[in-house]
């Protein structure tokens, strides 16, 4: 049995670009890539915090440490520049690979700084 699972996620960056007519879909500081784990071309899931959109593209790399989040291409009409977006991948593992799994949890500033990562939500609580 295979189990989808989140692989790694930015947690509210801002978007710093939204460019219409761009070939490539979601420009991504290459260093925050490395850091979370996506790879170029991966499918990646984009939620914005902001409006509510959700949509579904691939990354593509952006200036190493420059802070960019550009929603390119048809996205653009998704996203306005300085919206809060959750960018998350998913992974599917079988039993064995679950049992050591952990994600790559990615957390920003207001200026696409990293203040922290972790391998763990916060439980809930009422």
Request: hydrophobic residues 35%.
């Amino acid at each position: 049995m295979q189990v989808t699972m989140l692989k790694s996620k930015l947690h509210r960056a801002t978007v710093t670009h939204s460019e219409l007519e761009y070939e490539g879909s979601c420009a991504i500081d290459g260093k925050l890539l490395e850091m979370a784990g996506i790879n170029e071309y991966e499918q990646i899931q984009i939620y914005d915090v902001t409006n509510g959109e959700r949509f579904t593209t691939y990354a593509i790399r952006a200036e190493d440490g420059s802070g960019i989040i550009s929603v390119n291409g048809a996205a653009a009409h998704k996203v306005d520049v300085g919206d809060k977006v959750i960018i998350c991948t998913y992974v599917s593992l079988n039993q064995q690979e679950l049992a050591s799994f952990k994600p790559v949890l990615v957390y920003f500033d207001d200026e696409n700084n990293v203040t922290h990562c972790r391998n763990t939500i916060p439980v809930q609580v009422a």
